[in-house]
């Protein structure tokens, strides 16, 4: 016999696109936690769904348009077939809003991240009404209360935790205070209760998030909680075997978030510390309210605490003003720093920041420098990935390749990792004896009781 279907709920089919940050992917998964709960299950075919919602992003140029072009791909593919509920949520449609309903009639809701909150009954309002609506009020506090009532159901060995969002730091160039709204930090112990639902979906290594995540600071009537706190609250988790946080600001690496690295086990060795430029000049043209003096202590501090420490960081090549002494400064941290694995893309102008109206530089030099410090960067990243042939490392193994032989898993510096091996890897750390490499990746033999040391 078949089982009884709750009639109150709607047994639809969701479709869930993510463009964007980390944030962005644990959001699509915490939306669909959410609407699960209203029957809805997820399917990765476009063409089954009742329902489409693109999780979007602005940080950089052609967002919107993107947004419009992948609109007209699905327009296409239901040409013949009834509309799916399509749903902008996300960073572009938080800073486009109502817009987006007035230029594109095929979206039915817009809806921005602080606001997931209402989803549900978004949903449910559209089914029964067919009315459009946008939802873009800044409301943090009401979001997470509602979410940490709706069990974190992700059992990926490596799983993303949001503990803080927004951003007031206003740096010139980004939209993210724009879209993202104020800095609000958890309360310490829901994110506590999530990682205890994470542990027991049976999650090895919690990320924690933040657009400024070492700028958690929380505060109830007796304590006050800082990101040092939730690491070591985190580490005392038997079933945790690792632990990273991202996206930090040079300006809150703050000396107990430094000195963690002096006791911890399980705080992974790699540190992503987004720069923008080697260039004092430039660094305060972009608002970023620290110098490279003071990038380059923290870095030392660091690496006289634990000398294996890595560092990856974000770039932005060409931002007005920029000239060759600047771009040169620029190239000479990297060469300091060995940076080992970063990002680094053309200044892209944004609507609504103090930065959209200036002076471009010529564009022509800004793919140039680009092209130079990508070489730069990539260079190192193969060098890194070449000196660890024949040693063995650490791997975390996350899942099986889609071969259906290989695994894949990381290393503490989140390099991933192609091998041979069985299933009852994944969730583990094993020992893997790399074998060759390339910039992204390293190719390696599973060991077993091999006796070589662990680099
Ligand atoms: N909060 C982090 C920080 O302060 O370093 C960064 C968060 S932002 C989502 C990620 C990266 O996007 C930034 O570090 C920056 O390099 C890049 N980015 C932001 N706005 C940009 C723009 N207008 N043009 C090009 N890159 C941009
Ligand atoms: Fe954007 Fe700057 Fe805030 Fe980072 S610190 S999110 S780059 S405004
Ligand atoms: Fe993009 Fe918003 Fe993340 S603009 S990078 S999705 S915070």
Redesign the pocket.
């Known amino acids: 016999m078949g089982l009884k279907k709750n009639p109150n709920l709607m047994y639809k089919k969701i479709y869930i696109k993510t463009f964007g940050c980390q944030m962005n992917e644990y959001d699509s998964n915490r939306i669909f936690d959410t609407i699960k709960k209203n029957g809805y299950e997820k399917t990765d075919q476009y063409e089954e769904a009742d329902c489409y919602l693109l999780n979007t992003c602005h940080i950089r140029d052609k967002a919107k348009e993107k947004v419009y072009h992948e609109i007209g791909r699905l327009k296409k593919i239901f040409r013949n077939k009834k509309k799916p509920t399509v749903i902008i949520a996300g960073c572009v449609a938080q800073a486009e809003n109502q817009e987006m309903l007035k230029r594109e009639p095929y979206i039915d809701i817009v809806i921005g991240p602080q606001s997931y909150h209402k989803i549900n009954d978004v949903i449910l309002n559209h089914y029964k009404n067919k009315k459009k609506k946008e939802e873009t009020e800044f409301d943090s506090i009401s979001k997470f209360n509602y979410l940490s009532k709706i069990v974190n159901k992700d059992s990926n060995v490596s799983s993303f935790l949001t503990i803080q969002e927004g951003?007031d730091?206003?740096?010139h160039f980004?939209v993210?205070?724009y879209t993202r709204g104020p800095e609000y930090s958890r309360p310490f112990d829901q994110i506590i209760k999530e990682a205890k639902e994470l542990i027991h979906n049976g999650v090895k290594e919690i990320i924690l998030l933040g657009?400024?995540v070492n700028a958690y600071n929380y505060k109830d009537e007796n304590n006050e909680y800082k990101l040092s706190d939730l690491l070591y609250k985190l580490e005392s988790f038997d079933e945790i075997k690792r632990i990273r946080y991202t996206t930090s600001?040079p300006k809150d690496m703050s000396e107990d978030l430094i000195n963690i690295y002096k006791k911890s086990i399980k705080l992974m060795p790699l540190v992503h510390l987004p720069v923008q430029s080697g260039s004092n000049k430039i660094l305060k043209l972009m608002n970023r309210k620290h110098t490279i003096e003071e990038y380059l202590i923290i870095y030392k501090k660091l690496k006289m605490i634990k000398p294996n420490i890595e560092f990856s960081s974000d770039f932005i090549i060409g931002y007005p003003e920029e000239d060759d002494e600047d771009f040169k400064m620029t190239m000479e941290l990297i060469n300091k720093v060995k940076f080992i694995n970063s990002y680094s893309f053309i200044f892209s102008p944004r609507p609504g920041t103090v930065a959209a109206g200036l002076t471009l530089i010529d564009k022509k030099k800004s793919k140039e420098r680009l092209e130079i410090i990508q070489k730069k960067l990539f260079d190192y990243q193969i060098k890194k990935n070449k000196s660890l042939e024949g040693k063995v490392l650490n791997i975390l193994v996350e899942n099986k390749m889609k071969d259906g032989i290989k695994l894949f898993g990381r290393t503490e510096y989140m390099t991933s990792v192609i091998f041979e091996g069985n299933e009852e890897c994944i969730g583990k750390i094993v020992q893997v004896e790399i074998i060759s490499s390339n910039q992204n990746s390293l190719f390696g033999k599973l060991i077993d009781g091999l006796k070589k040391k662990v680099a």
């Open positions: 951003c730091k206003f740096c980004c993210v205070p657009q400024n600001h």
